[in-house]
């Protein structure tokens, strides 16, 4: 993964840590989604364990969670710029 980034904060963090918060952001997304009111995540961080509770107005940013966990363990690549061509 790359240095610099959103990845970069997840640096160090064990791979099982990182699995287990994915599965924990993904339900709360799924139960959010589904209209449920307010849903809770678990994860690991350095310092030990944290919760967030997430409500629907904030959805978005546990979106975001998702794609940085799913970043960090490979799963998916950052968007790439859109290809150009130049004409000579």
Same mark, same amino acid.
């Given at each position: 993964m790359s240095r610099y980034g959103p990845s970069s904060l997840?640096? /160090?963090?064990?791979?099982? +840590?990182?699995?287990?918060?994915?599965?924990?952001?993904?339900?709360a997304y799924l139960q959010l989604s589904s209209g449920g009111k307010v849903e809770?995540?678990?994860?690991?961080? /350095?310092?030990?364990?944290? +919760?967030?509770?997430y409500t629907r107005a904030n959805i978005a940013q546990l979106a975001n969670v998702i794609q940085m966990l799913q970043q960090q363990l490979?799963?998916?690549?950052?968007?790439r710029r859109p290809l150009t061509f130049r004409f000579k």
């Amino acid at each position: 993964m790359s240095r610099y980034g959103p990845s970069s904060l997840l640096a /160090g963090i064990p791979r099982e +840590s990182l699995q287990v918060s994915l599965q924990n952001a993904q339900q709360a997304y799924l139960q959010l989604s589904s209209g449920g009111k307010v849903e809770t995540a678990t994860y690991t961080q /350095g310092d030990g364990s944290k +919760s967030i509770t997430y409500t629907r107005a904030n959805i978005a940013q546990l979106a975001n969670v998702i794609q940085m966990l799913q970043q960090q363990l490979g799963i998916t690549t950052r968007a790439r710029r859109p290809l150009t061509f130049r004409f000579k």
